[in-house]
């Protein structure tokens, strides 16, 4: 399968100015995978260490960890010569401490061998501080797989393109395929193995008993990895997601989790989740203002998990809607097509994001891309009345505003209808206007 990171993998590799490369991500977003289909191709060999219960390696790594001598170790280790065009990875790297401290001096003493790490709890060793080499590496989000790369992941090159080019006539008359299609996403989602496994035998029912393992790992992070006595709290809040989505109006409410609850309740869980890549808070703003991120509140927000498809597993929609026309894009009150366009604009580089609520008027998402503030819309559906994006525009006046639904393209002097399933070529549609 193609995953579109690998070009930012090339940008890094033959950056001057690169140091130590970490992917962060949830499990089982493919960075095992990346990093190895990256050696494999992009460089004449490369070394795979994986440090979760390795002897060998914490051996290795417990004396001196200046890179001269770390190279040195691996080359007996693995019984090969490790040079400036061998790709060294070091992976679960977060039960390392000294692995993840070595990174500093692999960036100041040996710039010319390319590292690249990874590990699915990275992120809460980064918020936790354990012996992060700030300022010494650089950083690539990893997400699920995209539309996009679901699309390429049935060979649909061709499909692809007119979206990338944006040959609206052409989306227009392959509409019905890419609603089809889209339809499939929701229900499996962009987990490689859990698309990979519907690529190749199309059957609903694995795809759902392979989403079913993945919640299974999570659980069995949650226990082992959070602190002491938080799994049933981060057991619950991951748990209460569907069912917060499914609110009229959507904001996470503790209270939603356990009546009577509150946010001191549950706030190391939330952060926990999102610390290890598993859910997405998006805050909310109440004014319009330039640049957003100072005016999001911090304590109203919506709460997105990782994944659509684990998503719809989650609120037991049945593949046979799969059939039924266009009910799964309003079945779930639309909670799956605004998860659907968030993690499509969470992949977007650069695109900031929150949402507004006030005085009966809400907005699904407003995006900051450098600083170009606009309000997008998410309709389920072909219906495009928008009582709340008309008066954002009319009392705010942005440039211009987005709405995203099974609509065609159409743009008119201050609105722009995107198709959902082409949601992805929003910064260029941007980039175009201004």
């Not at 960075?31 to 050696?39: D, I, P, S, V």
């Not at 994001?353 to 995006?367: P, T, V």
Request: hydrophobic fraction near 35%; charged fraction near 25%; glycine fraction near 4%.
């Amino acid at each position: 399968m193609y995953r579109c990171c690998i070009e930012k993998l090339i940008d890094w590799k033959n950056d001057p100015y690169r140091q130590p490369l970490i992917l962060n991500g949830a499990r089982q977003v493919g960075k095992t995978w990346l990093m190895k289909e990256f050696g494999e191709k992009y460089f004449n060999d490369y070394i795979y260490i994986n440090f979760d219960n390795n002897d060998d390696m914490n051996n290795i790594f417990s004396g001196n960890i200046t890179p001269n001598h770390i190279i040195r170790e691996l080359e007996i280790y693995f019984q090969k010569k490790i040079t400036k065009e061998t790709l060294i990875i070091f992976d679960e790297v977060q039960e390392s401490p000294r692995a993840l401290s070595s990174l500093k001096y692999f960036a100041e003493d040996a710039p010319e061998y390319h590292v690249i790490c990874a590990g699915s709890l990275l992120g809460l060793a980064l918020h936790e501080g354990t012996n992060f080499p700030v300022g010494k590496v650089d950083f690539l989000e990893i997400h699920p797989m995209t539309f996009i790369e679901f699309l390429l992941a049935f060979g649909n090159e061709d499909y692809v393109n007119i979206i990338r080019e944006r040959k609206y006539d052409y989306m227009k008359d392959f509409k019905n395929y890419y609603i089809r299609k889209l339809k499939e996403y929701f229900l499996v989602g962009g987990m490689p193995r859990v698309v990979q496994i519907f690529v190749e035998t199309e059957d609903y029912k694995r795809v759902r008993g392979e989403q079913n393992k993945i919640f299974q790992t999570y659980k069995n992070d949650f226990s082992k990895h959070a602190k002491s006595g938080a799994t049933p709290k981060i057991l619950d809040v991951w748990q209460s997601i569907p069912e917060q989505l499914s609110k009229e109006n959507n904001k996470f409410q503790y209270k939603t989790i356990k009546e009577g609850s509150r946010a001191s309740d549950y706030e190391y869980a939330l952060l926990w989740l999102r610390d290890c890549g598993l859910i997405k808070i998006i805050n909310r703003i109440s004014s319009y203002k330039i640049p957003i991120e100072p005016y999001k509140e911090k304590n109203v927000f919506k709460v997105f998990i990782n994944d659509i498809g684990l998503l719809s597993n989650m609120a037991k929609i049945s593949p046979k809607t799969i059939l039924q026309g266009n009910d799964i894009f309003v079945e779930f009150k639309g909670a799956l097509t605004e998860q659907y366009v968030c993690q499509e604009l969470i992949a977007l580089k650069d695109l900031n994001l929150a949402y507004y609520n006030k005085s009966q008027c809400e907005i699904d998402f407003i995006g900051d891309y450098e600083n170009v503030v606009f309000p997008i819309e998410v309709k389920a559906n072909i219906n495009l009345r928008a009582k709340s994006l008309n008066l954002f525009m009319e009392k705010y006046k942005p440039p211009f505003g987005v709405r995203t639904s099974l609509s065609d393209y159409k743009e008119t002097e201050n609105l722009i209808d995107i198709p959902l399933y082409a949601i992805s070529q929003i910064i260029n549609i941007i980039e175009e206007k201004v």
